[in-house]
C-alpha cells in the first residue's frame, strides 16, 4: 500500500502564487514507475507527469502551473502562480502504479476537445486551496 499526504494549500489573493506539495510513503518499491497527478474538485485533472518526467496540463492552468517530482524523495510538487477564483478548491494528489488497476479517475481537458481519462491507483486526502478576490 502507498499513502499520500498533500499539503500547502492556503487562502490567497488573485494573482498569487502557491506551492502544493504531496509526499508518498508506504511500499515505495515502485515508485520511479508511477505515474503523479494532481486533480481538484476530485474529479477535474489539473497537471499529470509521467515516470519519465514527461508532463501535461489542463487548459486551464497550461503556463501557469508546472507539476514537478522528486524521486528521491517522492514528492510531487504543483506550482501554482497568476492564481483565479476559479482555481479555489480542494486538491488531490494521485498515483498510478502500472502494476495495479484502478477505476478510480480524473479527467484532464487538454483543450480542442481532448479528454483524457486517468486511472488512479493511490489517492491522498486533498488540501483546501482558495484565491480570494
Known amino acids: 500500500q502507498v499513502q499520500l499526504m498533500e499539503s500547502g494549500g492556503i487562502s490567497v489573493q488573485v494573482g498569487g502564487s502557491l506551492t502544493l506539495s504531496c509526499a508518498a510513503s508506504g511500499d515505495l518499491s515502485n515508485y520511479i514507475n508511477f505515474k503523479m497527478g494532481w486533480s481538484r474538485k476530485e474529479r477535474e485533472g489539473v497537471a499529470v507527469i509521467d515516470s519519465d518526467f514527461d508532463s501535461r496540463y489542463a487548459q486551464a492552468v497550461k503556463g501557469r502551473f508546472t507539476i514537478s517530482r522528486d524521486n528521491a524523495n517522492h514528492i510531487v510538487y504543483l506550482q501554482m502562480t497568476d492564481l483565479k477564483p476559479e482555481d479555489s478548491g480542494i486538491y488531490y494528489c494521485?498515483?498510478?502504479?502500472?502494476?495495479?488497476?484502478?477505476?478510480?479517475?480524473?479527467?484532464?481537458?487538454?483543450?480542442?476537445?481532448?479528454?483524457?481519462?486517468?486511472?488512479?491507483?493511490?489517492w491522498g486526502k486533498g488540501t483546501q486551496v482558495t484565491v480570494a478576490s
Open positions: 494521485s498515483a498510478d502504479d502500472p502494476a495495479m488497476s484502478s477505476s478510480r479517475t480524473f479527467r484532464i481537458d487538454l483543450g480542442s476537445s481532448v479528454l483524457i481519462d486517468y486511472a488512479m491507483d493511490y
